[in-house]
């Protein structure tokens, strides 16, 4: 089987109240078209075309790296028939079309094999959902036997037909040639002087091809979004399913309600999640790793049994077992933390390698830095790792202590075993073994009498 799928993702969105197109406003950090395109691409599709129109150059420049997709500009939007013929020309003669939509993200790859299951040469397959208030929707019309006739949108519908709940979602998966045959013969004869994509339904009847209704596994697949109330809906619904699934391969979430999860998130047995955390990008954590509460975790490794304490925000960085974070620790960009590391609170790292063993305790910027193992970096050390204009290199070898309130100026190397006495300034290699000191000595003036106050 060949398939063609098509989104139509033209619409203009008013109701959003936004200069970005709808289809790219996102549900769980993703755009809601690339959702979609994100579930052509698990159906196996061969050939993927998405109608544009309003915002549509955004639209193409957001997928400017996927070169497999066909964007196809509808200039007018004169329905969603109209919307389709657009793509006629470009459809695999002999292939099955399914048609989507740009603004409803979460549509299951499930539910649409089982819907493409339906096509054959004398049947269609339609996506239909009872709702208790179907204003607004397409109502599905059946005749005694319960077989379909016809859709008929609100705006067209009798008195009988409106009190029909069972809707159309839009989402059709039917024989190119058929849609071939159809859609040329649309007329815009109707309420909204519209090209119905609709009415291919009753020409499919007269044709006799039957046309088998299938409902979503769950009501929320088909919603779309029209405002930012309900793009807020889907994603609450998002975040709630992905959360039942973490929990169910046995994560504990202290609140599933206070859960985000904004791309790929991996976990070994017994991981905890404290509440509020935000995990972007792809995390991957290791078993028995416990996050505490409103920690920020963007593309992070975790190995196995580090615990990363409260209000710690992590990006791009990849921790060993055992270590300890936070509570307000700040890992950044290329950060990488050996086997047993500890990292406390108020210190910023950046591609800095803290080796097995090593201690940042408190209030440190270590950057553009290697550390060896079993180090310990006494609270306020800073390296100094940018001159203005460049940034350089501090290296430090195993054993190293180093005093607090210390400033390491870069570029800079202390021998293993090294000793930096507190409040130094180092600008010279230390070598192994020795110490560096460069306070100045401790001066004692004995029975000192402090300034009086001056009465004016
Ligand atoms: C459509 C269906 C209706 C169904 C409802 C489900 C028709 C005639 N009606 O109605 O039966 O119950 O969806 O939500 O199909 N679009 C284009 N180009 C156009 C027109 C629309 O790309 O020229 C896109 C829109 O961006 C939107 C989608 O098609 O994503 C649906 O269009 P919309 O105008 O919202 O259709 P409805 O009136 O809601
Ligand atoms: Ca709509």
Redesign the pocket.
Known sequence: MILDIVI??????TRMKSKLP??LHNVAGTSMLAHVVNTANRLACDNLHI?T?HGGETVVKEFSNNSTINFIS?E????????VQQCLEYLTEESITLIL????PLIKAATLQNLLSRVSNDSLGLLTVVMEDPT???RIVRNEQGIVQN?T??KDASVKDLAIKE????IIAVKTQALKKWLPQLSNDNA?G??????IIAMAVADNIEVITQQPDQAWE?I?V?NRIQQAQLERIYQQQLSEELMEQGVSLLDPDRFDCRGELSCGNDVVIDINCVFEGNNRLGNGVLIGPNCLIKNATIADNTVVHANSVIEDTNIGSDCLIGPFARLRPGTVLKNNAKIGNFVETKKAMIGQGSKVNHLSYIGDAQLGEDVNIGAGTITCNYDGVNKHQTVIGDNVFVGSNTSLVAPLNLGSGATVGAGSTVNKNVDEDALALTRSPQKAIKNWTRPTKINK
Do not use: F
């Open positions: 139509l993702a033209a619409g203009k969105g709808k289809v109608v129109g509808q007018q939007q004169l329905g969603t028939g109209h919307a939509y740009g603004d409803v607004g929707y397409g859709i949108e609100q809707v159309n979602t839009g909204q519209e090209y119905y994509l609709t009415d088909v779309g029209n």
